[in-house]
């Protein structure tokens, strides 16, 4: 399994997309992940500065249910009928072939399409759950060994992990695939390294990432761990990674569950205005309830201290951040619309070089 090959097709999520919403603004916001101009300016995309796309309400839907599922860590397999996998991956090939109309995406392939989905949604769904982590770590007070920003990469990748299924596990190879493209960009751009900065550099924030998904099963993700590079005396330490970051995780979490009879905390959902071309955004987020899938499974799992709020606005900048003294968690829109242009700019740059390396 590759970078570019990992497979998504079979996964057991689509019994998530039974619930309950509208399709409203579904291809629009395909649309506008590649119609947004923004500034790449000097943007490194921390997680705290954020890390998503919808093919329609119905795909995104079984990837929004996935973050929530984040949370327990539970077989999502429980529910799943196995001809479900088979629906799955079938709605995907649609909704690909309905974008072959757009006009700025008519000249992809179908698999494209469906690439071009995957990636931004993998890599928003990865900064909802590190900012979760940092939401937990300030709320419940957790004891932190080492910098926070490592330990919420880490926790976005355990949950991820932890769900076990293909489509997660793509979830984490898309995210480790925007911090290599986007330190290619930064390379580009003439962006100088900051060594002092709060969050590690991008390049070796993605090979974290790698090393955790190969450290959870080392021979079933060999492939990976060969596309990426990843040298041998680095994986044989990717083992006892995964270890530690999975009895630590567990180990503080654990006092907090929320057990069956107690009651859930109050965690309100604000879909903030959609300015200018962004509200196809606010609109496509809304539909598909977005924070309220995610709030209520937070809530279901966690017995948290007080109530606190998740919000998606427009912020006039690329940014995702958890803000303690607020209770508040804010991803704005112009987030996946930079996402979208690191895909469109970069990944076709990086399957070049693969290839005429490979030749």
Request: aromatic residues 8%; positive net charge; contains cysteine.
């Amino acid at each position: 399994m590759s970078l570019s090959q990992f497979p998504v097709r079979a996964a057991a999520v689509s019994t998530w997309s039974l619930i309950g919403v509208l399709n409203v603004g579904a291809n629009q916001m395909i649309d506008a992940y590649r119609e947004r101009d923004v500034s790449n300016g000097a943007f490194r995309r921390t997680a705290d500065a954020g890390r998503s796309n919808n093919a329609t309400s119905r795909r995104l839907r079984s990837y929004v249910l996935l973050a929530a599922m984040l949370f327990s860590g539970g077989p999502i397999f429980a529910q799943t009928p196995p001809s479900e996998s088979d629906q799955f991956q079938a709605r995907i090939k649609e909704v690909a072939r309905a974008l072959q109309g757009n006009p700025r995406l008519k000249k992809l392939s179908q698999q494209q399409r469906e690439n071009r989905v995957e990636f931004v949604t993998g890599n928003v769904l990865f900064v909802m759950l590190h900012e979760m982590a940092h939401a937990t770590v300030t709320e419940f007070d957790l004891p932190v060994l080492g910098r926070e920003e490592d330990a919420a990469d880490d926790f976005a990748a355990l949950r991820l992990l932890k769900v076990g299924s293909a489509f997660s596990h793509r979830v984490l190879v898309e995210a480790a695939k925007g911090w290599f493209l986007s330190d290619r960009r930064d390379r580009q751009d003439g962006e100088k390294l900051v060594f002092y900065d709060e969050h590690s550099l991008d390049a070796v924030r993605a090979y974290n990432i790698v090393c955790l998904v190969v450290g959870s099963d080392p021979g079933k993700f060999t492939d990976l761990a060969n596309e990426a590079k990843l040298p041998a005396e680095r994986r044989e330490t990717c083992p006892k990674d995964y270890t530690r970051v999975s009895r630590s995780w567990d180990t503080v979490l654990k006092p907090h569950r929320r057990a069956p009879e107690q009651p859930k905390t109050k965690i309100e959902v604000i879909y903030g205005e959609g300015k200018g071309n962004l509200d196809v955004y606010a609109q496509g987020f809304r539909s598909v309830r977005l924070l309220e899938t995610v709030a209520e499974h937070a809530a279901d799992q966690l017995r948290w201290p007080a109530p606190f709020t998740l919000e998606m606005q427009s912020c006039g900048f690329i940014n995702a951040t958890w803000t303690g003294s607020t209770r508040k968690l804010t991803i704005c829109y112009e987030l996946a619309a930079d996402f979208a242009e690191l895909y469109r700019d970069f990944n076709a740059v990086a399957l070049a070089n693969r290839k005429r390396k490979s030749r």
